[in-house]
């Protein structure tokens, strides 16, 4: 079944401890995506990649990191989380080649809710 | 102002009736235009997208784009209440490009 998978769920975790959120496509995707989803604000974008060691800034950048070693997994990490981060996760991926993604057909993962105390 | 808005809702029907669901945008550069579905505690699913103005139609479902007056449009007839979920609006430029979503318009659709 094609899919994109996110671990863990749910995490609980306290200001200043790093994580880490894994994201997996099994669907042979060249473009992945992470976004967090706030009340009122809708779905904003974290970080992409369009390729295998390739990561670009999205609009709120600011305390995440990321890598893409593999085509199929980009996840999610948090050096130093605070409580502005808590947040609903979701990773997500399309089809393509290099900068010519299908980005009008993302696929995303079950997400992942955040809460930093 | 967000280059995306829709009305948050909720939005409460009776099973049956035909919903409409709306969305403004702001950047005239938009040429693709989506519609996700996303279930409590689910990630968004793809219902629909079109490419330019016009209408598409899948089932039950129509989506409808107005660029002249920057207006997207969902229609749900015979509503039901699997259709409760929220429903994204989203826009893009070019299919290489960043994805703008609005917050989501949450629908309960009554027994």
């Known amino acids: 079944e094609a899919q994109v998978t996110q671990n863990p769920r749910y995490l609980i975790t306290v200001t200043g401890k790093k994580l880490t959120v894994t994201c997996s496509q099994n669907m042979n995707h060249e473009y992945m995506s992470w976004y967090r989803q706030d009340p009122g604000l809708g779905l904003r974008q974290i970080y992409y990649?369009?390729?295998?060691?390739?990561?670009d800034k999205g609009d709120v950048p600011e305390g995440y990191k990321v890598s893409r070693k593999e085509k199929r997994n980009f996840p999610l990490i948090l050096e130093s989380p605070s409580p502005n981060q808590t947040s609903l996760y979701f990773c997500?991926?399309?089809?393509?080649?290099?900068?010519?993604?299908?980005?009008?057909?993302?696929?995303f993962g079950s997400g992942t809710q955040l809460s930093v105390l | 102002q967000k280059e995306v808005e829709q009305d948050p809702g909720p939005l409460s029907v009776p099973e049956g009736a035909i919903v409409s669901l709306n969305c403004t945008y702001s950047?005239?550069?938009?040429?693709?235009f989506m519609w996700y579905r996303q279930y409590s505690r689910k990630g968004p699913e793809l219902l629909m997208y079109t490419y330019s103005s016009g209408n598409k139609e899948d089932g039950r479902f129509t989506a409808q784009v107005d660029k002249s007056s920057k207006y997207i449009s969902l229609f749900i007839r015979d509503s039901q209440p699997s259709d409760s979920a929220t429903y994204l609006c989203a826009g893009l430029k070019t299919s290489y490009d960043k994805v703008i979503f609005g917050p989501g318009t949450s629908l309960s659709v009554i027994p």
């Open positions: 990649s369009m390729n295998v060691e390739v990561t």
């Open positions: 997500a991926s399309s089809g393509g080649q290099g900068r010519r993604a299908t980005n009008e057909k993302l696929f």
């Open positions: 950047n005239s550069a938009f040429q693709y």
